[in-house]
């Protein structure tokens, strides 16, 4: 044991010696923090209550998602690390930072501990603290990267029977679920409400040889289905604002059904030949696409949100 | 009675070398920041409590886990209170131990001879994490299903160990029913067991060396030679 040691352990001593006891010094505070704790708790309980958003929606690509505030910096670490970085922000400093941790008293040793003793590790500290702050609040100031749009009641009630009857055993949507059944989102997204609603009653009549069972639903079932399957093409629903984007900044040129212009190209089907994905990066840069087009891009007129749901609402235009 | 709890149980030797031990005195202000373990243990004990309460009406597979969420919110006897005090409780958990981290960190209490109890104070803040991350899941709701598609997608990036450790918290290669129960039992069996463990040795540890005194300025640098 080395010297200081000793001494510390001494001074230690002394201090007791000199001290309180434990009861009622410290466990009055104790007791009086712990009830100021629970007081907050029953108030944050009963005022805010915890909150539930919509049942869980493996095949909803339109969701944004967001953690609780206090891995968001981890989340906002990410963005700043693209591609195969992305490993170096996701386990590499985490972890790199959980062992110096785990090691922090066999690299800081000596007496001293003072904060204004220890200036490397109080200058540390404060800059740990800094940098999780300021990605924190970055992550919270983030835009987010879908519109956010109110769901239709009838495609929720629509989800919620797709997963009761298990449809997922035979058929995909979003790439997940069984193969007997044809893909719901390349197929049946496409057909006419009143076709599907003629499937779902009796599926022989429209398709015959399907081996898919007569499910005996009700009305308001059958409604709930059309509309859930009718969502499910287009790569995700638009706001009540696409409409009016597209007139702002595309009809000049474009048209859709009888509105627009007729310099560019007719987008009433362009939905039938391209997907969401090809749409959103033509709109952000026609040029990287199609060399020949004369078309300006959006990148820096429109926001990567409306330029997204501008993107939806094109290929909900289907034939 | 007393004679008989005495000589039965040791009561009064335990309580005195819980209670009546001796504790060096911090003046002023910076006595206070003294209750943020005590306070991290208390909000546990919260946790504890309406996990049970919780557990008794929950169901972990993806058919009924929201529905049983629902009905714990709307039909439950004081459901909604429980459920939001376990909700609040995990936030205020994260707060109140990140504060005791930099108390500690900041005072230098990690120092000789508490080397050993700082060791399982960090083991005690990953698990504190580990909890927020399964307990995330549960109710499975669109938030709770994305962000754990974020986070074990994060893992997944993990360099050889990677997937496979996805592969072990998803319970497979999506996720799915095994998903949730998987959490669940990390959450209410694996982490719980653990915690409680690291707890006693981390309390054990506190009350072995002693609560550290608040530190003083060196003046020649040997010591804080003040007390």
């Avoid at chain 1, 690390?81 to 040793?109: K, M, Q, T, W, Y």
């Avoid at chain 2, 504060?99 to 900041?106: E, G, K, P």
């Avoid at chain 2, 653990?194 to 054990?204: K, N, P, Q, S």
């Amino acid at each position: 044991m080395s010297q200081w040691h000793e001494e510390y352990l001494k001074r230690y001593k002394r201090a007791k010696q000199d001290g309180k006891p434990f009861f009622p010094y410290t466990v009055f505070k104790d007791t009086v923090f712990a009830t100021l704790l629970l007081l907050a708790l029953v108030g944050l309980a009963l005022w805010r209550g915890a909150p539930l958003e919509e049942l869980a929606d493996p095949t909803d690509t339109s969701y944004n998602p967001r953690p609780e505030w206090y891995f968001l910096f981890l989340f906002q670490a990410l963005k700043l690390f693209p591609g195969s970085l992305e490993a170096v922000a996701a386990v590499l400093i985490p972890g790199l930072i959980v062992g110096a941790l785990f090691l922090l008293p066999f690299l800081d040793r000596g007496p001293r501990r003072h904060p204004f003793d220890r200036p490397l590790w109080l200058g540390l500290g404060v800059l740990a603290a800094g940098v999780w702050g300021w990605l924190t609040w970055a992550g919270i100031t983030s835009p987010l990267t879908n519109p956010t749009v109110e769901r239709n009641p009838l495609v929720s009630e629509g989800l919620r029977l797709y997963r009761i009857l298990n449809c997922s055993y035979c058929h995909k949507i979003g790439g997940k679920g069984g193969a007997v059944g044809p893909e719901l989102d390349k197929t049946a997204a496409n057909k006419e409400a009143a076709w599907l609603e003629r499937h779902f009653r009796d599926p022989q009549s429209v398709s015959p040889g399907s081996p898919m069972p007569k499910l005996n639903l009700l009305d308001d079932e059958i409604k709930g289905l059309v509309a859930y399957m009718q969502s499910l093409g287009g790569g995700g629903p638009y706001s009540d604002q696409a409409p009016r984007l597209f007139a702002d900044h595309c009809s000049a040129c474009h048209r859709i059904g009888k509105d627009g212009g007729d310099t560019a190209p007719d987008l009433s089907t362009i939905g039938s030949a391209r997907d969401k994905a090809y749409l959103r990066r033509y709109i952000q840069s026609p040029s990287k696409l199609n060399p020949d087009s004369s078309m300006p891009s959006y990148k820096d007129q429109l926001s990567d949100v409306e330029i997204e749901d501008l993107a939806r609402y094109l290929a909900s235009q289907r034939e | 009675m007393r004679e008989w709890l005495k000589s039965r149980t040791g009561f009064e030797a335990i309580w005195k070398a819980l209670f009546e031990r001796a504790i060096p005195e911090a003046k002023g202000p910076v006595a206070w920041l003294y209750v943020l373990g005590s306070a991290s243990l208390f909000v546990f004990i919260v946790q504890f409590t309406t996990g049970c309460l919780l557990a008794m009406s929950y169901a972990p597979t993806p058919d009924h886990a929201y529905d049983s969420v629902r009905f714990i919110s709307d039909q439950v006897l004081a459901g909604r209170l429980v459920r939001g005090l376990h909700h609040w409780g995990a936030t205020f958990m994260v707060v109140l131990v990140a504060l005791h981290f930099s108390r500690v960190y900041f005072m230098g209490a990690y120092k000789f001879p508490r080397e050993a109890t700082w060791i399982t104070g960090v083991c005690l803040l990953l698990l504190v994490l580990g909890f927020s991350f399964t307990g995330y899941l549960l109710p499975w709701d669109q938030k709770a299903y994305w962000a754990t598609a974020v986070g074990t997608n994060i893992a997944a990036q993990a360099p050889v160990i990677g997937p496979s450790v996805a592969a072990v918290l998803k319970g497979g290669e999506e996720m799915g029913a095994a998903t949730l129960t998987r959490f669940y039992a990390f959450h209410v069996l694996v982490l719980p067991a653990l915690t409680a463990l690291l707890i006693a040795c981390h309390l054990f540890l506190v009350i072995w060396h002693g609560i550290t005194e608040p530190p003083a300025r060196e003046e020649d640098g040997a010591g804080d030679r003040r007390l």
